[in-house]
C-alpha cells in the first residue's frame, strides 16, 4: 500500500512516532524521522534500519516550532529521498492532567504556550514546509491526534485544546490543499511512550508510561479496549491505510477516532469539580 513512498515522520525518535517509522519501513516506504533528541533519533534510526535489513530511515534532529530549523530538515530529507509523499506531524508533549484548578495565571500561561507551541505550531509548520513537495507527489498528511481531540479526561485543559485546535488543522488544511493533497489525521488513545511535558511545569523528565505504571492492572476505567499495557505498534494501521494512494484516494478532513470505546461506554466518573 505504501511501498516506495517516501514519507516524513515529526517526534520519530520515540513512542508512536519511531513506531508508525518502523511500521512504514517493513512496508516498503522510505522514512525520515525527525526528532529534538538527536541520540534517540540516531539510535532509532540504525534500530530500525537493523530491523529491516536496509538503509532505509533517515535520522534528522530538529524543533517543530522553528520553521528554519524544519526547512533544513526537509532539504536533507529531499536530498536523500527525493521527494515525499506522506508526512505525518507527530511531535507533542502532553501537560501531565493539570487542572486549571491546580495553576495560577502566571503557570497556566507558560504552560499553554509551550504545549501549544509544540501540539499545534509544530504541526502547522511541518505541513508549511513541506506541502509544496506533497503538492507535486499528490501525496498526503496524516497528523496525529488524541481522544483528548474529542472529550475531557485524556489531559488537562491546555493539552485538550491543544488537540482540539490539531483537529481544526487537519479540516481547514484539507479544504484549503485538495484536491491535491489529502489532509487526514489519527486520534489515538493512551499507550506505553516516553510521552513528557513542558519544561515550563517541570514536566519535561517525565513519562507518560511511569503514569501508566501507577494505574491498576486490567483495563483503563473508562476505556473498553485499551489498558495499561497498550503500545503504540497497535495504534500504526490507520495511518498507513490514510496514506496509502490507493485505499485512501478518496479520503480528506477525516479523522479515525480510535478511542477504544470511550463513545461507546462515555465517563466512569467526573473529575470533582464538585468539590471545590
Ligand atoms: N502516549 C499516549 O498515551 C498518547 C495518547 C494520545 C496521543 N498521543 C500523541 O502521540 C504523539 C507522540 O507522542 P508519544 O506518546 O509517542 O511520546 P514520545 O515522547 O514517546 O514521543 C514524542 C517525541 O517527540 C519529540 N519532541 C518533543 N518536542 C519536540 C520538538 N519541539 N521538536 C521535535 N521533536 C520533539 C520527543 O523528543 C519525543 O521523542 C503526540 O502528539 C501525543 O500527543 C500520545
Do not use: C
Not at 511541518?126 to 507527489?137: D, G, H, M
Not at 510521552?195 to 508510561?209: D, N, T
Amino acid at each position: 500500500m505504501v511501498e516506495g513512498q517516501a514519507v516524513f515522520i515529526t517526534g520519530a525518535g520515540s513512542g508512536l512516532g519511531k513506531a508508525l517509522a518502523m511500521r512504514f519501513a517493513q512496508e516498503g516506504a522510505r522514512v525520515s524521522i525527525l526528532d529534538i533528541n538527536k541520540e534517540r533519533v540516531t539510535e532509532a534510526a540504525e534500530e530500525i534500519n537493523n530491523s529491516v535489513g536496509d538503509d532505509r530511515v533517515l535520522p534528522l534532529t530538529a524543533d517543530v516550532r522553528n520553521p528554519d530549523s524544519l526547512h533544513q530538515a526537509v532539504d536533507a530529507h529531499l536530498e536523500q529521498f527525493g521527494s515525499i509523499d506522506t508526512v505525518i506531524p507527530n511531535a507533542g508533549i502532553w501537560d501531565y492532567n493539570r487542572s486549571i484548578t491546580r495553576m495560577g495565571g502566571e503557570e497556566i500561561a507558560a504552560l499553554f504556550d509551550e504545549i501549544m507551541s509544540i501540539n499545534v505550531k509544530g504541526y502547522l509548520l511541518t505541513v508549511e514546509a513541506t506541502w509544496r513537495e506533497l503538492l507535486k507527489s499528490r501525496g498526503s498528511v496524516v497528523m496525529t491526534l488524541s481522544n483528548a481531540a474529542y472529550y475531557a479526561a485524556g489531559g488537562g485543559v491546555s493539552y485538550t485544546a491543544s488537540k482540539f485546535a490539531a483537529r481544526g488543522m487537519v479540516i481547514q488544511l484539507a479544504y484549503e490543499l485538495a484536491p491535491k493533497v489529502r489532509v487526514n489525521g489519527v486520534a489515538v488513545g493512551g499507550m506505553r511512550t516516553n510521552l513528557s511535558g513542558p519544561v515550563a511545569g517541570g514536566l519535561q523528565e517525565r513519562k507518560f508510561s511511569d503514569v501508566m505504571d501507577k494505574r491498576p492492572e486490567g483495563g483503563n476505567p473508562y476505556i473498553p479496549l485499551h489498558d495499561v499495557s497498550t503500545q503504540p505498534e497497535t495504534f500504526t494501521g490507520p495511518y498507513v491505510m490514510l496514506a496509502s494512494k490507493s485505499d485512501g484516494a478518496n479520503i480528506t478532513g477525516h479523522i479515525v477516532n480510535i478511542d477504544g470505546g470511550i463513545a461507546a461506554r462515555g465517563f466512569a466518573n467526573s473529575a470533582g469539580g464538585d468539590s471545590l
